[in-house]
């Protein structure tokens, strides 16, 4: 089987940044940094260019992959769990594999990672230095697998939440594959008292649409990696999972004062569906908005 990509036009912000991987990989969320793909595929090939940077953390062992990057040689290597092939914007890469491949896909969108080196590394530049194939990254495996309990959740994944983990993502890459390795100063202090006053009052007058780390962070003055360390030490939670917290309130409040249908409260809190927001309130407060109104 032979799936092959030319070089793609990508617009920033928009989904098409996954379309090198063809739909039936696995489920996917584009996001405003980037997306995440959990990619099942059968034994076939590759070659793909794009715009954007891409990296894949191999989430089961595989055997005899042959892959090369750019004008490189063909190289064939066992990949163990864990293993990382990173593919910078604009830098062909090939790949054939012999079994199943189960990986995790992560794309971060070039004036993204620019970005977050500004912000992150104070370089103006960024040029990622791929690792030898084969190269297992542990670090990258949690994020990998976090990503992957996201996107395969019966729930819809959460926006917030994955372009969180690929901002994590983004950062762990400049710090160990470029050639820029400055360490930023630990934030110790957190969130100061006014910057945490104006988050939590954009939050509550935000929450139920959809939002972005990037969005947040410039709220506070932070990077998006030091506001998400900043955020849950502040709140005791990060950010995703505040904002949760605050559509659930709401809905629960629906519920129980107003005649709304349920797929009128679920809209309203942010939700994509009736049944988005029965699983989640039934996962996260123990009740479903049916029991909700018996009790009133």
Known sequence: MQQSQSVLQQVSGKPEILNVIPAAAGPRLATARGGA??????????????????????????QRIRAALGSDRIQEYDAARGAIVIQPAHVEGRAEWTSTRENLIVAIRSERLLDLAVGELDVGEVALQPPAFGTVDL???????????????????SELYVDSLITLFGIHLLRSYSAARKQPAEVKGGLSAASARRIQEFLHENFTRKMTVAELAAIADLSPHYF?????????????????????????????????????????????????????????????????????
């Open 37 to 62: 793909i959990h990619s099942i595929r059968q034994p076939g090939s590759q070659t793909l260019t794009a715009e954007n940077h891409f990296a894949a953390v191999m989430l089961a062992p595989a």
């Open 139 to 157: 670090k990258a495996l949690r994020l990998a697998e976090l990503l992957k309990m996201e996107l395969t959740q019966q729930e819809p994944p």
């Open 228 to 296: 998400i360390r900043a955020f849950t030490k502040k709140f005791g939670q990060p950010p995703h999972q505040y904002v949760l917290g605050l559509r659930l309130s709401f809905a629960e409040k629906l519920l129980g004062d107003s005649n709304l249908t349920v797929a009128d409260v679920a809209y309203l809190c942010g939700f994509s569906s009736q049944s988005h927001l029965t699983a989640v309130m039934r996962r996260h407060r123990h009740i479903t908005p049916a029991e909700i109104r018996v009790r009133r």
